[in-house]
T-cell receptor
Framework: AQSVTQPDIHITVSEGASLELRCNYS??????LFWYVQSPGQGLQLLLK??????LVQGIKGFEAEFKRSQSSFNLRKPSVHWSDAAEYFC???????????FGAGTQVVVTP | GAVVSQHPSWVICKSGTSVKIECRSL??????MFWYRQFPKQSLMLMAT?????????EQGVEKDKFLINHASLTLSTLTVTSAHPEDSSFYIC???????????FGPGTRLTVL
């Protein structure tokens, strides 16, 4: 069955520290991969996406993600977290054959001073 | 980038009434629009996919007679929650794309509260 897994429901990180959010997927072929961020009561903002090519993808707000085919992973990273990065982060997967997105359960990021 | 708007951003209604939520693509033609529902502290759940000019395709478990979707133009899709009940209270988010296989752009969401 197709699935998207975000193993960490909640992560607390100190401001200025690095952040890594995990995402694993289970699909027959390499899907299109996305990371979105959602602030409370808001819609989704696209951070970055991977369709093909370079497996290290740069996004907005200083985020990057690396696609690793062997591990079926697409982990999101940021070298130095800012207080404004506190939000909910969703990994999403899309395949042409399926024609729709599937979202992971989300990871809540809390940033402490 | 492409912009998708939703109206209203929040709505409170009485049980038994119907509520219509609009989703508009402001600067592109959205051949396909998606409607999601999000419960507090949970992920987005796809409710239905709509293509302009045709009937929506509903996900398993979603009542099509309760959640009416109309995609009459390339820039507008509407979701009508009919005979709303408190359990329909949720955050509804739409997204739009220029077609299957193209990137989806998400609206800001609509908070529905049914009293």
């Amino acid at each position: 069955a197709q699935s998207v897994t975000q193993p960490d429901i909640h992560i607390t990180v100190s401001e200025g520290a690095s952040l890594e959010l995990r995402c694993n997927y289970s699909y027959g072929a390499t899907p299109y991969l996305f990371w979105y961020v959602q602030s409370p009561g808001q819609g989704l903002q696209l951070l970055l996406k991977y369709f093909s090519g370079d497996t290290l993808v740069q996004g907005i707000k200083g985020f990057e993600a690396e696609f690793k085919r062997s591990q079926s992973s697409f982990n999101l990273r940021k070298p130095s977290v800012h207080w404004s990065d506190a939000a909910e982060y969703f990994c999403a997967v899309y395949t042409d054959s399926w024609g729709k997105f599937q979202f992971g359960a989300g990871t809540q990021v809390v940033v402490t001073p | 980038g492409a912009v998708v708007s939703q109206h209203p951003s929040w709505v409170i209604c009485k049980s038994g009434t119907s509520v219509k939520i609009e989703c508009r693509s402001l600067d592109f033609q959205a051949t396909t629009m998606f409607w999601y529902r999000q419960f507090p502290k949970q992920s987005l759940m796809l409710m239905a996919t709509s293509n302009e000019g045709s009937k929506a395709t509903y996900e398993q478990g979603v009542e099509k007679d309760k959640f009416l979707i109309n995609h009459a133009s390339l820039t507008l899709s509407t979701l009508t929650v009919t005979s709303a009940h408190p359990e329909d209270s949720s955050f509804y988010i739409c997204s739009a794309s220029e077609g299957l296989g193209n990137e989806q752009f998400f609206g800001p969401g609509t908070r529905l509260t049914v009293l």
